[in-house]
Nanobody, 123 residues
Framework: QVQLVESGGGLVRTGGSLRLSCAAS????????ISWFRQAPGKEREFVAA????????YYADSVKGRFAISRDNAKNTVYLQMNSLKSEDTAVYYC????????????????WGQGTQVTVSS
């Protein structure tokens, strides 16, 4: 049973930084992709970033490219999302999700989800 647990959310000032963590368990993830999505109130869940567990290849939404960085620590079975230069529009609940063989930017393509962590960016 795949389990994903996010942590690291909180309240941060505009321009500040946060690092989110996604601890994965329940299987080996060598052929999997771990993605981050976010959902703001009244909006659809949107893709943020993804990483290939085996190769470390990374993919980003245009809205976060250059500001966010996704990485993984294989020894800890954890994926991170480093968020810099945060803006008010980054305020959302952030979720990590897992998918085998290939990532997708479409949330319904994912079966496994974490519970989410709130990120609030305030001026």
């Amino acid at each position: 049973q795949v389990q994903l647990v996010e942590s690291g959310g909180g309240l941060v000032r505009t321009g500040g930084s946060l690092r989110l963590s996604c601890a994965a368990s329940g299987r080996t993830f060598s052929n999997w992709f771990i993605s981050w999505f976010r959902q703001a109130p009244g909006k659809e869940r949107e893709f943020v970033a993804a990483i290939s567990w085996s190769r470390g290849s990374t993919y980003y939404a245009d809205s976060v490219k250059g500001r966010f960085a996704i990485s993984r620590d294989n020894a800890k079975n954890t994926v991170y999302l480093q968020m810099n230069s945060l803006k008010s529009e980054d305020t959302a609940v952030y979720y990590c999700a897992a998918r085998v063989l290939m990532y997708s930017t479409d949330a319904p393509q994912y079966i496994y989800w974490g519970q989410g962590t709130q990120v609030t960016v305030s001026s």
